[in-house]
């Protein structure tokens, strides 16, 4: 049931792929309620659902049948411009691919963010030196993201998704090319954006880290919620 405490709910989610001849169920009847400004962390093994799951309720991904509400506003009945204007304005991703634009800099990639939302031209690249700065990469905006190792495109990729401040983050392993000392300062500041912001983060993850930082753990297998870890 959703509550003012609530800014995910799912119902009797499915998604079903077919292959071929073939009908492959990637979420077999999952119901979930998703808390404001908390960190959850989605576990399983490989082709649990975890990511399947993650697309449904971001809009990337129309599921099979059931319902995802958002806010109170389902997004399966969403209009594609309505489902852009949201992933623009109140959503935010981070990648394992990082998805940036190669020839851009580390600021333009996140500027562009910032200007797709409509931030006022003064306050675009304030915010886009802040949060380089929080991720550890202040003195690299410069760059292009070509020229930038895996985990500094991560780092940047998470710039990227909080710089709009978004209601929701959905992190596709955010830590898995980081060392454990910038892992640990990344997802403190999950922790802090989560607690003074309100941002809520859903993280699909095997980091061992992440348990150390997250409010509660979904565990996926064959599609299903099987478990739920309370920290």
Same mark, same amino acid.
């Given at each position: ?61 129309? %599921? ?37 634009? %190669? ?42 993201a070509f020229e930038l190792s895996g985990g500094q495109q991560q780092r940047v990729s998470i ?13 596709? *392993? %955010?830590?898995? *090319? ?5 892992? *640990? ?22 980091? %061992? ?23």
């Amino acid at each position: 049931m959703m509550t003012d405490e609530t800014i995910i709910e799912i119902k009797g989610l499915t998604r079903t792929y077919r292959v071929g001849n073939r009908e492959i169920p990637a979420l077999q009847g999952v119901d979930l309620s998703i808390p404001k400004g908390k960190l959850i962390a989605l576990r399983g093994r490989s082709g649990s659902g975890k990511t399947t799951l993650l697309n449904c309720m971001s809009g990337l991904d129309l %599921p099979t049948s059931g319902d995802v509400v958002f806010d109170g506003n389902s997004v399966t009945e969403m209009s594609e411009r309505s489902l852009v204007e949201l992933r623009r304005r109140r959503l935010g991703f981070i990648f394992q691919s990082h998805a940036l634009l %190669p020839t851009y800099s580390a600021a333009e990639n996140i500027d562009l963010m910032l200007r797709l939302a409509d931030w006022p031209v003064n306050q675009r690249k304030p915010r886009t030196q802040e949060v380089l700065a929080q991720v550890g990469m202040g003195s690299w905006h410069d760059h292009r993201a070509f020229e930038l190792s895996g985990g500094q495109q991560q780092r940047v990729s998470i710039a990227r998704a909080i710089a709009c401040k978004p209601d929701v983050i959905f992190a596709d *392993e %955010p830590t898995g *090319e980081l060392d454990v000392a910038t892992s *640990e300062r990344v997802l403190q500041l999950f922790r802090a954006l989560a607690q003074q912001e309100g941002m809520t983060f859903l993280i699909v993850t095997h980091d %061992p880290l992440v348990d150390d930082f997250v409010d509660v753990t979904y565990h996926l297998v064959d599609g299903r919620i099987a478990e739920k870890a309370i920290a």
